[in-house]
């Protein structure tokens, strides 16, 4: 950063009309005055010091096991708040998500409903599906489904930002070959730099995996 | 829709009377200023002329002074150029931790890949760096100071002179000419005089950027008998020290607007300070946890930076802005390296603080009307960004 950065018309607003208009209109957000309790599952990734902070509150149907509600609270950017927007859409339209249908979401088909994101936003700021999965876990958890929790797939590096091997994996692929670049696209470590050992560890492992 | 432009330390708009004199040398006076005909010497003419009157404005002899692209490139040839030209007599640096970046990555590649050791001084956290640091930092081997005259971000206004002072004491103690002083008085240009004496600095920065003149040209003082290594090389322009053909109409418009802003500053301070406490004093009166970010009153008149809690400085802006308010943030969201403000951090400030920054800076065309409609615009803003935020940050943080 070189100054502050300055208001620029082409970079701030290469976001798309439809991220403008969830940024400017966002749907289902959770008001400060709701009932918490009304929700039987709720989700959480992120902290305030990576500079995005997303809590998810959900309503499944036990009986079809739907998504029938879905609201959310987003620290962060423009392009973060739109993405949670629009991903609490998804979720919910056309009579809901099944759980297993929402555990597939992948930042990549939030971003493509928004008309994309600035390449530099992509990695940081599209966090719902994490806390999505997370809140999955949480009404399993409580309906007593233990069998069904799914322990992510891949290994959690950094609690904070929730950033999976997986994660380190596709930032590496992407050309980010030192620590300082990997969080650039991920964060990971920012909030929570006790692992950061682990992925340079990780770092490496990749490298020579994909690069020799 | 109100249009009210709020980030004059990011640029400002180019003062009409700047233009007119840009003008011939943009349309008929276009000679290079080293060709050896009628235009050349117009040109080099002009080019004199502008340095005289920059020189004698800075106290200086204009053989002083430096021609350049930019405030980034002065600091980089004062802080490399210095550096390299004189590390057998020493290799360490001092320099502050809110330094504008072009000092601060210029200092960290010297101490990198180059091998100098350098003491970052840390601010209090009202961001003022005191000559007493300076004073203990300086060692037998240091070679160079930088600490700039008034900070970017947060407008916090250094004591140079004393700092100049306290070097100038240390080397007639040790009876040598070293350590040299160097600010960055970008932002100061329009605020207070800049006479290199008073200020005891052996090399300045300034811009034309910042003073309503033209982009692409900045000044580096360097006070006579200073040795500089150049970062380029290819002609004899500026004594070999900076080469490259003269951006002449750069050079005329950034003489002009030197004089303008220089012969303007108690009348621009007095005028902009009331409408700068406004706006801090209404944003803090009507707006719930908020924190300012710099000293109350050793700031720049026109530098107003504060951080909303619980919500992020991009989301923020992008909602001003879309109300007709351009603002800019220290959030890490419109930064290219997706860390937040080093400056606000170096304030002792956690991430959650610097990420919700927003930095108002205002100048000649702001009105009280425009801070009326920023004080009436913002408050609704920053409520609906905290209905839909899960953040509570702690009240230590703001009090």
Redesign the interface.
Same mark, same amino acid.
């Given at each position: 950063?070189? #100054?502050?950065?300055?208001?620029d018309k082409t970079?701030?607003w290469f976001y798309t009309d439809i991220v403008k208009d969830h940024?400017?209109h966002?749907r289902n957000?959770?008001?400060?005055q709701a009932d918490e309790t009304q929700y039987n599952a709720i989700g959480?990734v992120g902290s305030?010091?990576?500079? #995005?902070?997303?809590?998810v509150w959900m309503k499944v149907d036990p009986t079809t096991e739907r998504i029938t509600d879905f609201h959310?609270?987003?620290?962060?950017?423009?392009s973060?708040?739109a993405s949670t927007s629009m991903a609490s859409v998804m979720v919910t339209e056309n009579g809901g998500m099944t759980l297993e249908q929402a555990r597939q979401l992948k930042p990549q088909d939030i971003m493509e409903r928004l008309g994309g994101l600035p390449q530099?936003?992509f990695h940081?700021?599209v966090l719902c599906d994490k806390a999505l999965r997370d809140a999955i876990n949480d009404y399993y958890r409580r309906s007593g489904q233990t069998d069904k929790i799914l322990v992510e797939a891949f290994r959690i590096i950094d609690q904070v930002s929730k950033v999976t091997d997986h994660d380190i994996e596709e930032a590496v692929l992407d050309g980010a070959h030192t620590i300082e670049l990997v969080?650039?696209k991920t964060?990971v470590g920012?909030?929570n730099p006790s692992c950061l050992p682990a992925v340079e560890e990780l770092i490496r492992f990749y490298k020579e995996k994909y690069f020799g | 829709m109100p249009s009210v432009y709020l980030?004059h330390?990011?640029?400002t708009p180019l003062d009409p009377r700047v233009l007119e004199v840009m003008l011939p040398y943009l349309k008929d006076r276009f000679g290079n200023p080293s060709s050896f005909h009628t235009l050349g010497k117009q040109a080099k003419d002009a080019i004199d002329e502008a340095r005289s009157s920059i020189a004698e404005i800075l106290g200086a002899r204009p053989d002083e002074l430096l021609f350049t692209s930019s405030g980034?490139e002065s600091d980089n040839l004062a802080v490399l150029g210095y550096a390299r030209a004189n590390q057998k007599t020493g290799k360490h640096l001092i320099t502050s931790l809110i330094e504008?970046?072009?000092v601060l990555e210029a200092v960290m590649h010297l101490e990198k890949k180059e091998g100098f050791q350098v003491t970052y001084l840390s601010p209090d956290k009202e961001g003022l760096i005191t000559p007493e640091q300076v004073a203990r930092a300086l060692r037998e081997d240091t070679i160079l100071v930088s600490i700039m005259a008034a900070n970017?971000?947060i407008g916090t206004i250094q004591p140079i002179s004393e700092i100049g002072n306290v070097i100038q004491k240390f080397r007639q103690e040790k009876g040598r000419a070293w350590p040299v002083f160097h600010t960055d008085a970008c932002q100061a240009t329009g605020f207070f005089p800049l006479n290199v004496e008073k200020l005891h600095v052996d090399l300045l920065t300034i811009n034309g950027s910042k003073m309503y003149g033209p982009k692409g040209v900045g000044v580096l003082y360097v006070k006579r008998g200073i040795k500089l290594q150049p970062l380029l090389f290819g002609g004899p322009q500026e004594r070999g020290l900076r080469p490259g053909t003269e951006h002449v109409a750069g050079i005329v418009g950034m003489a002009r607007a030197f004089e303008l802003v220089q012969g303007d500053l108690q009348h621009e301070s007095e005028r902009l300070i009331p409408l700068r406490d406004e706006l801090i004093e209404g944003i803090i009166k009507t707006i719930p946890k908020v924190r300012l970010n710099g000293h109350r009153t050793k700031r720049l008149p026109n530098n107003v930076n504060i951080s909303f809690m619980?919500?992020?400085g991009?989301?923020l802006?992008?909602?001003l802005?879309?109300a007709g308010i351009?603002? !800019?943030?220290?959030?890490?969201?419109?930064?290219?390296?997706?860390?937040?403000?080093?400056v606000i951090l170096a304030l002792g400030m956690?991430?959650?603080v610097a990420?919700g920054s927003l930095?108002f800076t205002l100048g000649h065309a702001t009105t009280k009307e425009d801070i009326a409609y920023v004080l009436e615009t913002l408050p609704p803003l920053v409520a609906k960004l905290r !209905?839909?935020?899960?953040?509570r940050?702690d009240e230590k943080y703001f009090r």
């Open positions: 950063m070189a #100054d502050v950065s300055s208001r970079q701030s940024f400017f966002p957000f959770m008001h400060e959480k305030p010091a990576c500079g #995005d902070e997303l809590r959310w609270r987003t620290f962060g950017c423009g973060a708040i530099r936003k940081c700021s969080q650039q964060k920012i909030g | 980030d330390a990011a640029t980034t504008h970046h072009a970017n971000e619980d919500i992020e991009e989301a802006l992008l909602y802005d879309a351009f603002s !800019s943030t220290g959030s890490a969201c419109t930064s290219a390296s997706l860390d937040p403000s080093h956690p991430y959650e990420h930095r !209905s839909i935020s899960p953040v940050v």
